[in-house]
């Protein structure tokens, strides 16, 4: 073996001991951001809708301030995880918490065809060779699009339309699913472990979000 292929396959190691640590970082990562959420929705499953508003509102600030953290300090862009986390459990645990009370069997459904859901086109997309960034533009459009479509089922009655909602929003979240973990298999450095963190947890609490609606028959009246 000459010594360029021995180079070759040192490098070749190198990349995928960094692609292991850095999936390894993301998802625990992910996992701890769940568990705070979790947390987060236990405390606030007696909230009102307009506290729980608050929360939504104080998430997205997270979201936002992480963008800039994470070129500052890592430990500040995952505090800022972890306090997106629970303040999106508090913003749903007053949902959580009429589903427990109602139709408990809908959450675990829910939790279930998530996990299945996230593990299937999560894979696919980590492993493909295909170029996804095209979908991930393709959903970023459909969102803003979905999100009109949620702005105007609240003044307008839609017949069916939380099951259009809810189906649409999972074909969405299958292509962000896909792409999200595509740039996991692509991330070069293990700093942008909190922001992959960030957008793979959005993906699950949303698909989660949309079973919910689905198997709990289209959430609270």
Not at 39 to 62: E, H
Not at 116 to 126: K, P, Q, T, V
Request: glycine share 14%.
């Amino acid at each position: 073996m000459s010594s360029l292929e021995q180079v070759s396959q040192q490098s070749v190691a190198v990349s995928r001991d960094r692609s292991r640590a850095i999936f390894g970082q993301t998802m625990g990562l992910v996992a701890v951001t769940a568990g705070v959420a979790g947390f987060g929705a236990y405390l606030g499953r007696d909230l009102s809708r307009g506290v729980a508003m608050v929360a939504i509102i104080g998430a997205i600030v997270c979201i936002v301030a992480m963008n800039a953290a994470i070129k500052r300090s890592e430990q500040l862009a995952i505090g800022l995880l972890f306090g997106m986390g629970a303040l999106i459990g508090v913003s749903s645990g007053p949902i959580l918490a009429y589903y427990a009370s109602v139709n408990p069997s809908a959450l675990w459904q829910s939790a279930g065809a998530t996990a299945l859901f996230i593990g299937a086109f999560g894979a696919y997309g980590y492993a493909t060779r295909r170029d996804l960034s095209m979908i991930g533009r393709i959903s970023f459009f459909a969102l803003l699009g979905l999100i009109v479509f949620g702005l105007v089922m609240l003044f307008v009655s839609i017949p069916g339309g939380h099951l259009i909602y809810a189906v649409l929003g999972l074909v969405i979240f299958a292509g962000y699913t896909m792409y999200d973990f595509q740039r996991l298999r692509h991330a070069g450095q293990i700093e942008a472990a909190p922001l992959l963190a960030a957008s793979i947890f959005l993906d699950i609490f949303n698909v989660f979000m949309l079973m919910l609606s689905l198997f709990g028959g289209g959430g609270r009246s």
